[in-house]
């Protein structure tokens, strides 16, 4: 049974950090592109960041490049999303995705609330 498990969200003043770590169960995690989506209220989920099996290559929306970064840990299972310099733009339900491009091998996470709030 494949298991993503978002942690590390929470509450946070504009201009605050936070790390989100996505723990992954249940499937080949280095055989897996993983990204962080987030999900703001009345909008569409977006992607926010993605990184390659190996982690050699990151892409990220223009609206979090310079103030997150995404890495992962394939001995762990574990993806994370630094996050810096947040405003209340980036008020959203983070999600973490891991997928095998051009499979049926797509799953997500059950998400984790960042607020961004003074």
């Known amino acids: 049974q494949v298991q993503l498990v978002e942690s590390g969200g929470g509450l946070v003043q504009p201009g605050g950090s936070l790390r989100l770590s996505c723990a992954a169960s249940?499937?080949?995690?280095?055989?897996?592109?993983m990204s962080w989506n987030r999900q703001a209220p009345g909008k569409e989920r977006e992607l926010v960041a993605s990184?390659?099996?190996?982690?050699?290559?990151?892409n990220y929306a223009d609206s979090v490049k310079g103030r997150f970064t995404i890495s992962r840990d394939n001995a762990k299972n574990t993806v994370y999303l630094q996050m810096n310099s947040l405003s209340s733009e980036d008020t959203a339900v983070y999600y973490c995705?891991?997928?095998?491009?051009?499979?049926?091998?797509?799953?997500w996470g059950q998400g984790t609330q960042v607020t961004v709030s003074s």
């Open positions: 995705n891991a997928r095998i491009v051009g499979t049926r091998y797509d799953w």
């Open positions: 249940g499937l080949s995690f280095s055989r897996y592109a």
């Open positions: 990184i390659t099996t190996g982690g050699g290559t990151t």
